[in-house]
């Protein structure tokens, strides 16, 4: 079974400080997609960044990057310069391209930035 | 921009009792998702539509769960009867097409049940 782990439900960061989410994952599918995405307060679910498991080339978007490690399963998050605005519950998800691309999500990671 | 429209944004019911939650994808995608997010966990797929046809459903409960995209626009699921589990938030989503790999996946705002 394809699992999604983040073994931090809290984090705090200082506005325009640097902060990293964990997130690692466990399949035996060698193509497949990882995602974060953020809930802010709305509920809405909004795309962070992706990055697909063929490319070696961590993914960045602005202020937020990642820290694939393949070998060892691990996604983390990369948040610089936090803003008020990124205040969020944060969920690290995985994806196997198939007849569905149905997303595996984690238990998420509730993010505070502080002023 | 467009968005994928959900009503109502809060349900409440009492067990036993049947609801129904609506979403309007945006207009041309043909794939549609319902999940489940149960207070301090992920979301969990229901069902997935591409056009008016399922393409998963595997992890819905059909004893009492329904889903239905008639014209392969907007969807409905149905709750019948409610049982205090049921409690969540159901989100809608859609993309133009399965293959999309999640790129273009749009999340509208949920409906928060709660049964009593």
């Known amino acids: 079974a394809q699992t999604v782990t983040q073994s931090q439900p809290e984090m705090s960061v200082q506005e325009a400080e640097t902060v990293t989410l964990s997130c690692t994952y466990d399949?035996?599918?060698?193509?497949?997609?990882l995602f974060w995405y953020k809930q802010p307060p709305s509920r809405q679910m909004i795309l962070v960044i992706r990055?697909?498991?063929?490319?070696?080339q961590n993914a960045t978007e602005n202020r937020f990057s990642v820290n694939f490690q393949k070998a060892a399963k691990s996604f983390s998050l990369k948040i610089s310069d936090s803003q008020l605005g990124d205040t969020a519950m944060y969920f690290c998800?995985?994806?196997?391209?198939?007849?569905?691309?149905?997303?595996?999500f984690g238990t998420g990671t509730r993010l505070q930035v502080f002023p | 921009e467009a968005e994928v429209a959900q009503s109502p944004r809060y349900k409440i019911t009492e067990k036993s009792q049947a609801v129904a939650f609506w979403c309007d994808p945006i207009s041309g995608h043909a794939t549609l998702y319902w999940y489940r997010q149960i207070l301090g966990q992920g979301p969990e797929l229901l069902v997935q539509?591409?056009?008016?046809?399922?393409?998963?459903d595997s992890q819905l409960p059909k004893d009492r769960f329904s889903a239905e995209r008639l014209k392969g626009v907007d969807s409905t699921l149905k709750i019948q009867p409610a049982e205090l589990g049921d409690s969540a938030m159901y989100l809608c989503?859609?993309?133009?097409?399965?293959?999309?790999?999640?790129?273009?996946?749009?999340f509208g705002s949920g409906t928060q049940l709660s049964v009593l």
């Open positions: 998800a995985f994806m196997t391209p198939g007849v569905t691309d149905k997303l595996i």
């Open positions: 399949t035996s599918e060698n193509n497949y997609y």
């Open positions: 539509f591409q056009d008016e046809s399922v393409v998963d």
């Open positions: 990055q697909e498991a063929y490319k070696q």
């Open positions: 989503a859609s993309s133009k097409e399965v293959g999309s790999v999640g790129e273009k996946l749009f």
